[in-house]
T-cell receptor
Framework: IAGITQAPTSQILAAGRRMTLRCTQD?????MYWYRQDLGLGLRLIHY???????GKGEVPDGYSVSRANTDDFPLTLASAVPSQTSVYFC????????????FGPGTRLTVL | GQNIDQPTEMTATEGAIVQINCTYQ??????LFWYQQHAGEAPTFLSY??LDGLEEKGRFSSFLSRSKGYSYLLLKELQMKDSASYLC??????????WGAGTKLIIKP
């Protein structure tokens, strides 16, 4: 079934640890995105990628890094997790960044203690 | 700037009609999206408006007025499964989606 998968589904992490959230899509979409969703706030863009090999910073990029080695995968890395990074993380993709609807993965619930 | 507002919560009765409003202020605009998000799940696309007017899609309709910075989502013949959060987002001049905090819709029998 076509779509976006994310792993892990949930994770509890000690502060200071490194963590990579995985995202894979099989729709051959050019653009991919990472958002975080916190209670009472709208989705906030962390990083995005217009196409394989390129990445850009969103609204809240500090403490996060991404890479886009190929079309399908867009991992998000927390180099040294802090409690304020406790959130639900959604990966999304769209055929292109300028005009197309974004489709979301199921999310990763991350708790940093 | 990034300024988008929608009500935090609304309650409606099964079988009725509900209108969820969204207002925004931006210097650059490339369309407005509505998404549905059930608790614990991912947002799913409902509608996209880039021109003024009403777009109808089954029980759901979405309206846009660019001059007023205003959109609404209209849900007809409400069903219990429509209980969810409804997210409004506009696309800015950099093609980034700016999201409202969402409206939690509670449907009562």
């Amino acid at each position: 079934i076509a779509g976006i998968t994310q792993a892990p589904t949930s994770q509890i992490l000690a502060a200071g640890r490194r963590m990579t959230l995985r995202c894979t899509q099989d729709m051959r979409h050019n653009a991919m995105y990472w958002y975080r969703q916190d209670l009472g706030l709208g989705l906030r863009l962390i990083h995005y990628s217009n196409t394989a090999g390129t990445t850009g910073k969103g609204e809240v990029p500090d403490g996060y890094s991404v890479s886009r080695a190929n079309t399908d995968d867009f991992p998000l890395t927390l180099a040294s997790a802090v409690p304020s990074q406790t959130s639900v993380y959604f990966c999304a993709s769209s055929a292109d960044r300028e005009t197309d609807t974004q489709y979301f993965g199921p999310g990763t619930r991350l708790t940093v203690l | 700037g990034q300024n988008i507002d929608q009500p935090t919560e609304m309650t409606a009765t099964e079988g009725a009609i509900v209108q969820i409003n969204c207002t925004y202020q931006t210097s650059g605009f490339n369309g407005l999206f509505w998404y549905q998000q059930h608790a614990g799940e991912a947002p799913t696309f409902l509608s996209y408006n880039v021109l003024d007017g009403l777009e109808e899609k089954g029980r759901f309709s979405s309206f846009l007025s660019r001059s007023k910075g205003y959109s609404y989502l209209l849900l007809k013949e409400l069903q219990m499964k429509d209980s969810a959060s409804y997210l409004c987002a506009y696309m800015d001049s950099n093609y980034q989606l700016i999201w409202g905090a969402g409206t939690k819709l509670i449907i009562k029998p």
